[in-house]
């Protein structure tokens, strides 16, 4: 188990000399895009920004029950785009998102 710079912990699922990548899941991305009130262009565009990411992978990644085995540059993206606005991914026992408080 790995701490979360966000107060949170997560699983750490990969490694490379300079990221961590955490699993994602379909649950926890539909909640964390629900938690913001976004859309999928929305949070496909805001996504882009970083990495390219359409709305229907956005669409289907939601739609996966368990983790989203995709290409690990979308996917960090997706985290990136995330966490910049506040959302703290949780993987312990249960997965879930939610919104860091500021202190």
Request: hydrophobic share 40%; proline share 3%; net charge neutral.
């Amino acid at each position: 188990m790995t701490v979360n710079p966000f107060g949170g912990s997560f699983s750490q699922t990969a490694k490379s000399e300079d990221a961590v990548i955490i699993e994602l899941q379909g649950e926890q991305l539909r909640a964390a895009r629900a938690l913001l009130r976004w859309s999928q262009q929305r949070l496909a565009e805001e996504t882009s920004r970083i990495h390219p990411v359409s709305a229907d992978t956005i669409k289907r990644w939601e739609g996966i029950d368990g983790a989203i085995n995709a290409t690990s540059a979308g996917v960090a993206a997706v985290i990136r785009t995330l966490q910049a606005q506040g959302i703290e991914l949780l993987n312990d026992d249960s997965p879930g998102a939610r919104i860091r408080r500021s202190k």
